[in-house]
């Protein structure tokens, strides 16, 4: 099987020829195009036998799927080696501005200031039109490279509905909303499933869009918020949204950290193919074998090597952690990190993903 055969079988449930291999930030393999050059030794090791994505824009953002026409960059500037940059939104209410920083080493993100800091600013946000974005189309395959129809799969990348409107103010200011005004937090989350089911129905219409990658719910997976909060925000918004990419031929990825036992079951509910990364105790509440357990062949589970194992260890201390990961079987499996090189990639950290690739290849 090429590696693009592969993860979509895995992605199915189908039989494979070995357990695929997910690199997390990795695209493909050009020096020139990695972020990270020294990652360059691992890429052209595992070239051949793992997969990448191509990614269609679906212009879906974490403001309220504020359409991008309403959005611009006011300013970008250095401050003390990280990227300061403002933003603003054109609404019929009034402008709102959003500061984020950025460390240009690790490509870290955070925020400064949100764009909603009260119900008025939430006013107007809301309040912006919900015209689709003048570019959005589906996937055009016009600069397709040679091996394309080898190793990559056709993606577009979205989040779970209540997460849009949670990532445009505090964490805090909208749990607090979660209690005080529920009914308006359950309004504002009809708004989005609506707007990026709009998006969706364009980027799909063609059915070239293999798999839809859905992240966001471990904002409110428990002890993060309630189960009643996530059984409401997650459960039928992102069941409409699988039910949705189904029907126009695709796969849907659930990306989630965090504490996901309670949780797994709901996410067979509604009809996720796959799900990752599952991570193991102490940063999860789950080992690998557990969740293949819950799951019993229903959904392919992603994981569960964690990246800090993958910068911070031994390399004995990784050989661990894979041979654990593939306890339980191989069948509806996919090995991959939690999460990707954040900073330059330390001899340490190369010797690792060389002892990762070692095991992954005796056992897969």
């Known amino acids: 099987m090429n590696p693009r ?24 393999p050009k020096v020139e195009e990695q972020e990270n050059p020294a990652a360059q030794e691992v890429i052209e090791r595992i070239n051949d036998r793992m997969h990448f994505e191509y990614q269609a824009n679906a212009y879906v953002n974490r403001w309220l799927v504020t359409p991008p026409q309403y959005i611009r960059e006011a300013s970008r500037e250095e401050q003390n080696g990280e990227e300061i ?17 950025r460390n240009t080493t690790t490509s870290t993100q955070w925020a400064i200031k949100y764009p909603v800091e009260n119900l008025e600013d ?33 993606t577009c990348h979205i989040s779970s509905p209540f997460v849009c409107v949670a990532a445009a103010m505090s964490y805090e200011y909208f749990l607090e909303l979660c209690i005080a005004e529920p009914a308006l937090v359950k309004e504002l989350t009809d708004i989005c499933l609506e707007r990026i089911l709009a998006r969706l129905d364009v980027v799909l219409s ?11 719910s471990e904002w ?37 950290h965090g504490n996901v036992r309670s949780t797994l079951e709901l996410v067979i509910e509604r009809g996720a193919d796959f799900f990752e990364p599952v991570e193991p105790p102490p940063d999860g509440d789950i080992t690998f074998v557990e969740a293949k357990e819950i799951t019993a062949g229903r959904m392919t589970l992603g994981g569960n090597i964690e990246s800090r194992v993958l910068e911070n260890e031994s390399t004995d201390r990784v050989e661990e952690a894979v041979r654990a990961a593939f306890e339980g079987g191989r069948e509806r499996m996919v090995l ?29």
Not at 85 to 101: H, V
Not at 126 to 143: C, G, T, Y
């Open 220 to 256: 409110v997976t428990p002890p993060m918020a309630s189960p009643k909060i996530y059984e409401e925000l997650v459960q039928p918004y992102e069941k409409t949204i699988i039910d949705r990419c189904h029907q126009a031929g695709a796969l849907v990825h659930v990306h989630c």
């Open 5 to 28: 055969q592969r993860i979509l079988a895995a992605f199915r449930g189908e039989p494979v020829d070995r357990v695929p291999l997910w690199l997390a930030g990795y695209r493909m």
């Open 206 to 216: 063609e059915k070239t869009i293999e798999c839809v990658w859905m992240g966001g």
């Open 122 to 154: 939430l006013e107007k946000l809301r309040s912006v039109p919900s015209d689709l974005p003048p570019d959005i189309r589906p996937p055009d395959f016009a600069d397709k490279r040679p091996d394309f129809n080898t190793k990559k799969i056709v």
């Open 336 to 364: 991959e990190p939690t999460a990707g090189p954040v900073g330059p990639m330390t001899p340490r950290i190369i010797e690792n993903y060389h002892r990762m690739i070692d095991i992954w290849e005796e056992l897969s």
């Open 85 to 101: 940059i403002t933003t603003e939104f054109d609404t019929p209410k009034g402008k709102l501005t959003t500061i984020r920083g």
